[in-house]
């Protein structure tokens, strides 16, 4: 059974103060990583999709890195709009599910 | 271009009552999930279709929960006898699908409050 772990669950800090949220992940194989972003009130937004070991992403002040047992999302200098819970998601290869197992997410708090 | 809707936005009912819940996914995108997300957890997954294929129903909690999608456009979520425990956000994602897996986009969510 693939499973996903985050932590930490809650993160605060002060805008500027860089830092890093990992997702754990267990799959029989690892057909893609996948990163979002939730709002209070909202839907998940997509950021990232990362598909093997040593790959990287850029998008403004995030980056995301996987390895063959996690994934990490990268915070630097926050800002107070960075503020939101964040998901990681995996799906394993061919033949496994289609059906995406989340994390339940961390959730980030930038104070100005 | 236009994204993933849902309807009703919120949605209040008594205990007992049957609700149905809107989705329009963005065109072409063949794939479509619901999923439920209580207050503070994580996104629970529900039901699962692709195309023409016979959806995978593995998630849903009970045989109160139902789920229609036709053809490649709109799906509706229903939920029998509705019940306290069944309040949450209930969301709607759609992908390319296929063989291949892609990035979901999700609906803005149905909340929904059971008296």
């Known amino acids: 059974e693939d499973q996903v772990t985050q932590s930490p669950e809650a993160l605060r800090l002060q805008e500027g103060e860089s830092s890093s949220l990992n997702c754990s992940y267990t799959v029989s194989g690892l057909r893609g990583l996948f990163w979002y972003r939730q709002d209070p009130g909202k839907g998940p937004e997509f950021l990232f999709t990362l598909y093997s070991a040593g790959e990287e992403k850029e998008k403004e002040r995030l980056k995301a890195t996987l390895t063959k047992k996690e994934s990490f999302l990268h915070i630097t200098a926050p800002k107070p709009e960075d503020s939101a819970t964040y998901l990681c998601?995996?799906?394993?290869?061919?033949?496994?599910?289609?059906?995406?197992?989340f994390g339940r997410g961390t959730s980030l708090i930038v104070h100005p | 271009g236009a994204g993933v809707s849902q309807s009703p936005s919120n949605k209040v009912t008594e205990k007992g009552k049957d609700v149905e819940l809107r989705c329009d996914p963005i065109?072409?995108?063949?794939?479509l999930y619901w999923y439920r997300q209580r207050l503070g957890q994580g996104l629970e997954f529900l039901i699962y279709?692709?195309?023409?294929?016979?959806?995978?129903k593995s998630g849903l909690p009970s045989d109160r929960f139902s789920a229609e999608r036709t053809g490649e456009s709109v799906s509706t979520l229903t939920i029998q006898r509705t019940q306290q425990e069944d309040s949450a956000v209930y969301l709607c994602?759609?992908?390319?699908?296929?063989?291949?897996?892609?990035?979901?986009?999700f609906g803005p969510g149905t909340r929904l409050t059971v008296l």
């Open positions: 994602a759609s992908s390319l699908g296929g063989v291949t897996y892609n990035e979901q986009f």
């Open positions: 998601a995996v799906q394993a290869r061919p033949g496994g599910s289609y059906i995406p197992t």
């Open positions: 065109s072409g995108h063949t794939a």
């Open positions: 279709f692709q195309g023409n294929s016979a959806p995978d």
